[in-house]
Nanobody, 127 residues
Framework: EVQLQASGGGLVQPGGSLRLSCAAS????????MSWFRQAPGRGREWVSF????????LYADSVNGRFTISRDNAKNVLYLQMNSLKPDDTAVYSC????????????????????WGQGTLVTVSS
């Protein structure tokens, strides 16, 4: 079965850290660029970060740049998001997504550029 499964969410205090994982199965993970998105309560889905298939190039939303790091292990078929210096505004359900293009076509923040989504994992930043 082709799927993405995110994990690693939880409750963390402001200033703390968490590492999210997204396990891919049923397709050639190393052939696809990937992204993390998040959706805060009462808000739309927001793009967080992008990584190319080789892990050589990354992009970040301004709101997380310098605090979050996206990475991947193609041998294990896993995508990661290391989140440091967490803020209450980072509270959201985080999801991973597979970029639908086999070659970079831009528009990484647009939902319609992705053709496979994992279920989300909830991150709550609160004291």
């Amino acid at each position: 079965e082709v799927q993405l499964q995110a994990s690693g969410g939880g409750l963390v205090q402001p200033g703390g850290s968490l590492r999210l994982s997204c396990a891919a199965s049923g397709f050639s993970f190393s052939n696809f660029d990937m992204s993390w998105f998040r959706q805060a309560p009462g808000r739309g889905r927001e793009w967080v970060s992008f990584i190319d298939n080789a892990g050589a190039n990354t992009l970040y939303a301004d709101s997380v740049n310098g605090r979050f790091t996206i990475s991947r292990d193609n041998a294990k078929n896993v995508l990661y998001l290391q989140m440091n210096s967490l803020k209450p505004d980072d509270t959201a359900v985080y999801s991973c997504a597979r970029y639908r293009h086999r070659h970079f076509a831009g528009q990484v923040a647009s939902l319609d550029q992705y053709n496979l989504w994992g279920q989300g994992t909830l991150v709550t930043v609160s004291s």
